[in-house]
């Protein structure tokens, strides 16, 4: 909990929502502050995140009661080796603003955790430097993770551009 | 163990100067498919991940959806998920270090790996009653007790595994040929491994002693005793070294473990010979249910391990969250009820809305599992952070400035595995 009481006091209305259910700490930041709340999380010695372990994305089109609410929500792990603790970030982006600034400069690994978000769900980040698809290839039409396309949709595989 | 994999790169002679690694080639839907059954159904994708260590898969899945549900699994159930989990590192460093030594010609250590790996596997058979996609965990628990005379067999094999690691430590550790090809190969700096969120034997090979078991520990990793191996040149020889050195503590874990099992709750309160399932059947239609739980039945050998008292010592006892054991199910109405509801569709384990992260250490690094619950009886989203997909997003970065033949040595020691990597 210490974690959270210094982001809410560093970043103020930055910090949407905390919640450490089942002992995870989360907080819901603003998109507007994502990078420097990502950045501050690396480099604050108390803090000391120095691993993304891992960055993906959730639809919540589809749960009830939030339907009408941001529909993705853009999930940061981060573990720091040094201080043995875990931290969930999280970012609420609609559907037609689904933009996200990028973490490449802070994390390499973030490079690929993002095209793949991009592959799954269409979710561009901004400032990307290869923002290909990951698992998928170019010609793919739509993001399979949507809960919105539909698990027997068939497309033509084509093979990769050479 | 690998999988399919493009690497584009361009080359001046036989140096690399730019690689660009392409994966995806087995993406099967795996995170999209869990969201479509019921939570258990998502137990044999999870298999699929890494084939080599599918049940490190299993427990971890399990784990994230018993978080969410809050409850806590049998002490004796913890022991067989840490013995499982161990028997199933050996298997996939012993593959991931056989394979790479025969891309580099020394086949005979293949075969010797290979052997060595069948008296584990035989281990995992007799218990789960399949090799590769055994579908062992459940959520709740494990789907069945350990068979008996299974410590004595466990015991067996690790000195015959033993034996084979000696020989190969011989061949290879040393070796003039294996040195060659990998010593100062493959090279990641420790900055740049963590950089890269590069977990399990190739941080570790780079000197930064994480490993889940000890930083975080679940089950009852914390009572047993081991080491975690390090290296500090983080190339692909100290990688061979770390993966070495983990398969003999994975023994001295199991080991402990078994040496400390509890027994559980024995079901003593039984009364008469078993009879067979039809006539256990034919008496509780006739409703003749009096005593009926408390006689013994004959079950089929497919169902060995998962009698009621085995059931009770290795599954939570909450009816939310396991199926009732077979003789209930056919022996009395409340345990039929209760199998419905947890089987028919729109019933099933419903956790509470919520959310939970759960990482466990598996062969190639942590593993975990984000699980994200609507309240229904369905997953609304499963994320699988799979460890072998950082090594592969750091490929290039081992690659660019050698030649092309250390690609193999540097492919093998990162242990690709392409049902995790492209899920």
Redesign the interface.
Known sequence: MAILDELRRRFGDAIVETDD??G?L?AVVARAALLSVLAHCRDEAALAF?????L?A??YS???GREDGPRFEV?Y?LYS?AR?H?L?LKVRVDQDDARVPTAVGL???A???EREVWD?FGIRFEGHPDPR?????EEFVGH??RKD?P?NRRQPLVG?AS | MHGII?IASELDGETIVKADV???YL?R?F???CE?GGWNNAIPYTDRLNYVSPLINNFGYASAVE??L?VDVTERCKYIRVIMSEISRICDHLTCVGASAMELGAFTVFLYMIKAREFLWELVEDVTGARLTISYGRVGGVKADLPDGFAEKTLHAFKQTREVLDEVHRLLTGNRIFMDRMVGVGVLSRE?T????I?GPLLRAAG?P?DVRR??PYYVYDRLEFEIPTQKDGDNYSRYLVRMAEMEQSMRIAEQALASIPSGPINVDFEGRPIDPAAYVDRGKQGKTEGLLLVPITLSPNLQGQQRDAARRVNVADKRVVLPPKENAYGSIEGLMNHFMLIMEGYGIRPP?????F?VEGANG?L?F?V?S??SDRP??V?C?PPC??P???LHRMIVGEMVADLIPTFGSVNMIGGEL??
């Open positions: 259910h089942r995870d989360t120095d691993v993304l372990m891992d993906t959730v639809d589809k749960f009830p999930v792990h080796i043995n875990r969930r994390w390499p690994i490079n690929w955790l799954m698809r990951l698992l998928l290839y399979p993770l396309y698990i990769p | 493009r392409e994966i995806g993406h839907a995170e999209k498919d479509q978080k969410l809050g740049e963590i950089a890269y969120a977990t930064v994480y930083a975080q809305a919520g959310e939970a992260y990482p942590e975990g984000y994200v609507d309240g609304y989203r994320r952070r997909l950082p592969l997003a750091a492209d899920r």
